[in-house]
Structures are given as structure tokens and as C-alpha cells.
């Protein structure tokens, strides 16, 4: 059984930061490109970055130069450090699996929350 | 990049259909696949529709996917409304670097 597995949240000031962790279990987790997706409170889904199985990275525009996508394969778990935190950056953090032919997410974990305030 | 627009609500009861709509702003709803997600309360999301049309196993085949090119949006139709299928329900889709959820439909059983 697939599972994700989230970790790392918490209340944190504005201007500091996080690492938010996701471990997997069930599938081959070398050979899956893997995501996080943020949701606000009452509000709609964020895609905000995604590594490859080669360790290529890419960013949503929202959070480039301030959050860093890492996975260690042998650990079988995917990072997310997340700095120069603002208010609107609170909310629940996904994980999510790409599947691995196609360009959907079909496995997502249940999710960490982070708040950012004062 | 592109953003992908749904209605805030759409309600029927049950036993009715209902449609969702999701209009792309720029670049062809054809260009790339694009996929629905259902986040019932206090859940993660789940895949209804991927590929424009396609039900991963277990989802009811009340479930269907279409996109239109004329109009540049694609489209969610739940047949045979279910109290069940109260929810919310995301589109998406992808360019070359990047992955964009639509506005999210909040789907009301009255």
C-alpha cells in the first residue's frame, strides 16, 4: 500500500523558517518524480515545487529563491525547506506522487500544517 | 504561465447532473491533459478524472471528463448526483515547468 507521510509543521515567525519531510512507503521511491502542493485554509490547491528522479528541480514563481526541494532515495523521503516565511505562506503542505507514465498526482499524503505569524 | 478558472458553486439533488466547467487562460486546453481532483472536508484530494477522460479504477462511471477546444475549457460531469459526491473539485494541468490547479468548485447535494 502506497503511503506518504508527512512531518515538520509547526507555528513559525515571519521571516523564519521550516524543513517539512514526507516519507514514503509502498512503491519504488527512486524511480517517482515527487511534489509538494500547499493549501490556505478554506482555499484552493498551490502547486509549489517538484523534483525528478534525477534530482532536477523546479519552482512555483510564489516561492522560488525562498523554499528548496531535496529527496534522499536511500531514505526513501522527500524535504522541503521553506525560508523567508510570510503570512500567506500558511497553510496544510501535501506531498504528492506523480505518476510515474503520466502527468497527474495519485498519491498525496494527509498533509502538515504550517502557520506563519507572530 | 496560464491559470485555469472554475465556478465558485454549482448544487443539484440528488439523482441530477451537474457540470463543472475549467477555462484556460492562455494556450490551448488541448496543448496539455488535463485532470480533476475531489477533496471531500478534512481529506486529501483524490483523482476522479486524468488524461481528460479517463476514471482511475474504483471511480463510479457517474464520472466523466471532456474538454471542449472552441471554448479552451475542459469539463467534469457527475451523472446520478450522490449525497457522496459533495465536495470540492480541482482541475489541472501542466506546461514545461510548472503545475496549475484550477480555482476549485465547491459541488453542493441539495
Known amino acids: 500500500e502506497v503511503q506518504l507521510v508527512e512531518s515538520g509543521g509547526g507555528l513559525v515567525q515571519p521571516g523564519g523558517s521550516l524543513r517539512l519531510s514526507c516519507a514514503a512507503s509502498g512503491f519504488t521511491f527512486s524511480i517517482s518524480d515527487m511534489h509538494w502542493v500547499r493549501q490556505p485554509t478554506g482555499k484552493g490547491l498551490e502547486w509549489v515545487s517538484g523534483?525528478?528522479?534525477?534530482?532536477?528541480?523546479h519552482y512555483a514563481d510564489s516561492v522560488r529563491g525562498r523554499f528548496s526541494i531535496s529527496r534522499d532515495d536511500a531514505k526513501k523521503s522527500l524535504y522541503l525547506h521553506i525560508g523567508s516565511l510570510r503570512a500567506e505562506d500558511t497553510g496544510v503542505y501535501y506531498c504528492?506522487?506523480?505518476?510515474?507514465?503520466?502527468?497527474?498526482?495519485?498519491?498525496w499524503g494527509q498533509g502538515t500544517v504550517v502557520t506563519v505569524s507572530s | 504561465n496560464f491559470m485555469l478558472t472554475q465556478p465558485l458553486s454549482v448544487s443539484d439533488s440528488p439523482g441530477k447532473t451537474v457540470t463543472i466547467t475549467c477555462t484556460r487562460s492562455?494556450?490551448?486546453?488541448?496543448?496539455?491533459?488535463v485532470q480533476w481532483y475531489q477533496q471531500r472536508p478534512g481529506s486529501s484530494p483524490t483523482t476522479v478524472i486524468y488524461?481528460?477522460?479517463?476514471?482511475p479504477s474504483g471511480v463510479p462511471d457517474r464520472f466523466s471528463g471532456s474538454i471542449d477546444i472552441s471554448s479552451n475549457s475542459a469539463s467534469l460531469t457527475v451523472s446520478g448526483l450522490k449525497t457522496e459526491d459533495e465536495a470540492d473539485y480541482f482541475c489541472q494541468s501542466y506546461d514545461s515547468t510548472s503545475y496549475v490547479f484550477g480555482t476549485g468548485t465547491r459541488v453542493t447535494v441539495l
Open positions: 504528492a506522487r506523480e505518476h510515474n507514465d503520466l502527468s497527474y498526482f495519485d498519491y
Open positions: 488524461d481528460n477522460n479517463i476514471r
Open positions: 492562455s494556450g490551448s486546453i488541448g496543448s496539455t491533459y
Open positions: 523534483i525528478g528522479t534525477v534530482g532536477d528541480t
